[in-house]
């Protein structure tokens, strides 16, 4: 089987500050140009920020050797709109910069003394490709050699931000002060302390408290969607959110994401907004392994490898489809990123790297089909000319499959007959694998949305067509609207299991032509509890019946034809669709 697609604040304290004068091998930026040409090697611009108050921003860029720099606090804030026409003075002339980076400038100027900082619109000269590729190279240096990194939120400005602001740093204060507490009473010398953090009791006053509203409203704001802020944040030595007027220290942030998302998801019920990448969530693990552990019954497990990392990045932010792998690529393990060798070169065709990419991951030895996995198409991606089988990083992730139940047994069983097989050819840029088709795509849905009203008639719609053009199923008929349940939902759990099951039988009895309500359980769930979990699955996918008349979900490119297969060695199957190379059957 080939798969190819043609070749082709002032009051802080003093001691925190950062307040420099240029030292015998620092150089002030010409003053005729704002930007000089870095000498060869590790060196950077960092900038000198003048106090002030309410007068426009001034500042001075100085170029020293990486090695070299003196205390300064690196800033993390969102670019918004690539627009530079806010004017700053910069080495006494004219620089341009985003509305977004001046209100931030703003935010952390003070009203007595210079701050030494960098922020990477200033300090990389963003005209100049080559300076941009051999920057972004030294981000993480940057970003760790750091004092501290001030992620930049943005003010609050109305009444009720900032009060959501104060309660939000108070309650992050008190739950870490809880769970300070409770890791005081674990003894992390005895080798079986894995998981034995305890769960909040039901009545606990923490889940029902009002100020898990204000988090979320901060787990809302735009900083948290972007893709940069996890390496800017995640390799600090120390960083500190700023939230208006009010500090709240980053790990004790990221350590109450991960008491919500182990010992207290129902309150995510309750707020639905509340909760951070869990790239952030990763690092932290990575970084107090033993602490993780007493949350895990296997903590190491749980860690992301090197293409569920790019993966959980696709559902951030990035301008430049280049920066899903720069920026992603300081934060997998050393010996992936050594063997991979990618430099960062912005003169390149995105594409370029990401074929380069796969091509090195596969001549790694690694799992190959966590890379075919990873792979999801849109219209365009199919006519322009580029390899199918190559991730595009820059495309949202929908892990895909069709649900079966006895879809343990459809794993290959490890013998020769069935043993996975990857070869490349480099040439041609065509991926050989072994596998087996076994059903064909006979009726989707249209492509679905996450704003699917629990009212809508598609989901009953298709179950009627899907009834009528089946006359022999795979599944039992009580089984029938349960495999349809579990398709729309990835096989997904929210909470507690029973309950789980309680929302799944009421939305099923909600959508009433299914099935009548039979089980009591019905009775006690939420059919909108589940109909919130499926409208997330379901989004930029279709809903498909496979001539053998199965269930499953299906990227929205899907057509009718289409082939589902099982590549032996894969996790779940996958649909094809044939195409002629060079008198080859390809896929």
Request: glycine share 4%.
């Amino acid at each position: 089987m080939l798969l190819n697609m043609d070749s082709e604040s002032s009051e802080e304290r003093r001691e925190q500050q950062c307040s420099v004068e240029e030292s015998d091998n620092q150089h002030l930026e010409a003053s005729i140009g704002i930007y000089s040409e870095l000498p060869e090697g590790a060196f950077i611009r960092y900038l000198i920020l003048e106090p002030g108050t309410t007068e426009p921003i001034s500042c001075r860029l100085i170029t020293v050797a990486l090695e070299e720099t003196p205390p300064f606090e690196a800033i993390s804030y969102v670019w918004g709109s690539n627009e530079r026409n806010q004017p700053i003075t910069c080495n006494r002339a004219t620089l341009g910069i985003t509305a977004n980076l001046r209100d931030t400038l703003y935010q952390v100027r003070l009203e007595d003394q210079t701050r030494a900082l960098w922020a990477d619109s200033i300090c990389i000269n963003q005209e100049d490709a080559q300076e941009r590729g051999k920057q972004v190279a030294l981000m993480e240096h940057i970003y760790s050699k750091a004092k501290r990194v001030l992620i930049c939120i943005g003010l609050p400005g109305k009444e009720q931000s900032s009060l959501h602001a104060k309660s939000a740093q108070a309650l992050v204060s008190d739950v870490n002060h809880m769970i300070d507490s409770e890791l005081a009473k674990i003894d992390m010398d005895n080798d079986n302390y894995s998981n034995t953090f305890p769960y909040p009791e039901p009545g606990d006053a923490i889940l029902s408290d009002t100020r898990w509203e204000s988090l979320a409203v901060l787990h809302s704001q735009p900083w948290f969607t972007r893709g940069w802020v996890v390496q800017e944040a995640g390799l600090a030595s120390v960083a500190v959110v700023l939230w208006g007027s009010v500090q709240i220290d980053w790990v004790s942030l990221v350590r109450v994401q991960l008491w919500l998302l182990r010992r207290a998801s129902k309150i995510r019920d309750t707020h639905p907004t509340l909760g951070i990448s869990d790239l952030h969530v990763d690092i932290f693990e990575r970084q107090n392994s033993c602490e993780a552990r007493c949350f895990y019954p296997d903590h190491t497990s749980t860690l992301l490898g090197t293409i569920d990392t790019l993966n959980q990045a696709r559902e951030l932010s990035l301008t430049d489809p280049r920066d899903r792998l720069h920026a992603l690529l300081p934060l997998i393990n050393a010996t992936d990123r050594t063997q991979l060798a990618l430099e960062p070169d912005y003169t390149r065709h995105y594409l370029d790297d990401y074929l380069d990419f796969a091509t090195r991951w596969l001549s790694m030895g690694r799992d190959s089909f966590e890379l075919l996995h990873s792979v999801v198409h849109t219209e365009s991606t199919f006519s322009d000319q580029f390899p199918s089988w190559v991730p595009r990083w820059n495309t949202d992730y929908h892990p895909v499959g069709c649900s079966h139940p006895a879809s343990p047994q459809l794993l290959p069983r490890i013998t020769k007959e069935f043993s996975p097989s990857i070869n490349l050819s480099i040439p041609d840029r065509i991926l050989e694998v072994r596998g087996v088709i076994f059903d064909r795509v006979q009726f989707h849905t249209d492509t679905l949305s996450s704003h699917l009203s629990i009212d809508d008639p598609t989901i009953t719609s298709f179950w009627n067509i899907a009834s009528d053009m089946t006359t022999k199923s795979p599944y039992s008929p009580s089984s029938r609207p349960i495999a349809l349940a579990t398709a729309i939902t990835l096989r997904r759990v929210l909470g507690d299991w029973t309950a789980w099951i309680a929302h799944r039988e009421a939305y099923i009895s909600r959508l009433g032509a299914l099935r009548p309500p039979s089980d009591p359980a019905a009775a006690r769930g939420t059919a909108e509890n589940f109909h919130a979990v499926s409208r997330q699955c379901v989004d930029k996918r279709r809903i498909i019946l496979t001539e053998r008349g199965y269930f499953g979900l299906a990227p929205r490119t899907v057509m009718l034809g289409d082939l589902c297969c099982i590549l032996f060695g894969g996790r779940s199957s996958f649909i094809l669709r044939r195409r002629t190379h060079r008198e080859r059957e390809c896929y």
